[in-house]
């Protein structure tokens, strides 16, 4: 390689570097406008920030006004008969009604039971057995609004002192509702129940002799005054609402609920 060539090659390196550095320089100095003032140079200057003195100043101007705020929306209620919302409760001597048996948790775990285990229930008769079932059913799908429909039907209902359905809390403990708010205690003296219920549930572990095992779409129970309790059961009775005076309000102690030593089980039968 001569002299000349080797002259001729430096030069063209030298020029590349040339250009290189000169990128390299503006590279860095488009950086450092981008991260030394990144918000000016993406997002434009900002305003600077306004400042106020707080200062302690006397009230110049009071506004007073007189008027009615309303809701944008609004219902008004109006009523047949006059008359006024009053709190009842129950009272002692009150009888306790029921509108449906009991026994729906038993009777539907054994429904469960002869499709999953029917060996569990051999001892039964499976068409007897079944007849229960349909009556469980047919009660969970009977609706209350007969009994409300009875209540109703008195220009003056105020013998009825308190009211429920009984389902989740079972009958004792929605008759503990009906005590809540009072010093007064109840007996529950007779239990009517779905044929086979309580075989049931003692087999299948379900609390039905303290009167706690679960309903589902239970009956209404109600606190009646003594002096009305047999013309409203026959007035129940006429629009088609079966029902078992149950037990009594006493004032034993406050809230308790318990289950007379002699207390009479009635299996209802309905084919």
């Known amino acids: 390689m001569t002299k000349k060539q080797i002259s001729f090659n430096f030069i063209a390196r030298l020029k ?24 000016e140079a993406l997002f434009g200057k900002k305003e600077p920030l306004k400042t106020v003195t707080v200062k302690q100043e006397s009230i110049k101007q009071t506004v007073s006004a007189s008027g009615e705020i309303r809701a944008e929306n609004s219902a008004q209620l109006q009523f047949v008969s006059p008359g006024k ?46 007849k229960s079932i349909d009556y469980a059913i047919e009660l969970m799908i009977t609706p209350n609004q007969n009994v409300v429909k009875t209540i109703h039907s008195y220009q003056d209902f105020s013998f009825v002192h308190a009211l429920t359905d009984v389902t989740g809390f079972g009958l004792s403990g929605h008759i503990k509702e009906i005590l809540q708010n009072s010093t007064l205690s109840a007996i529950i003296e007779t239990i009517p129940s779905i044929r086979f219920s309580k075989e049931l549930s003692e087999e299948l572990g ?62 209802i039968v309905k084919y």
């Open 85 to 130: 919302i009053a709190w009842m409760g129950v009272k002692k001597g009150d009888k306790l009604i029921l509108t449906k048996p009991i026994g729906l948790q038993g009777t539907m775990a054994a429904y469960r039971t002869l499709k999953n285990m029917p060996e569990m229930l051999e001892q039964y008769s499976k068409s007897e057995l079944q």
């Open 206 to 267: 379900y609390a039905f002799d303290d009167c706690s095992c679960h309903e589902t779409a239970g009956g209404m129970l109600i606190a009646i005054d003594p002096k009305k309790v047999e013309e409203f059961s026959n007035t129940l009775i006429s629009n088609n609402v079966e029902n078992w005076i149950v037990g009594t309000i006493d004032n034993i102690e406050p809230g308790l609920v318990r289950v007379a030593d002699n207390v009479e089980n009635v299996e």
């Open 16 to 39: 590349k570097r040339k250009k290189f550095l000169i990128g390299f320089v503006l590279l860095l100095v488009l950086g450092f406008f981008l991260v030394g003032k990144p918000s």
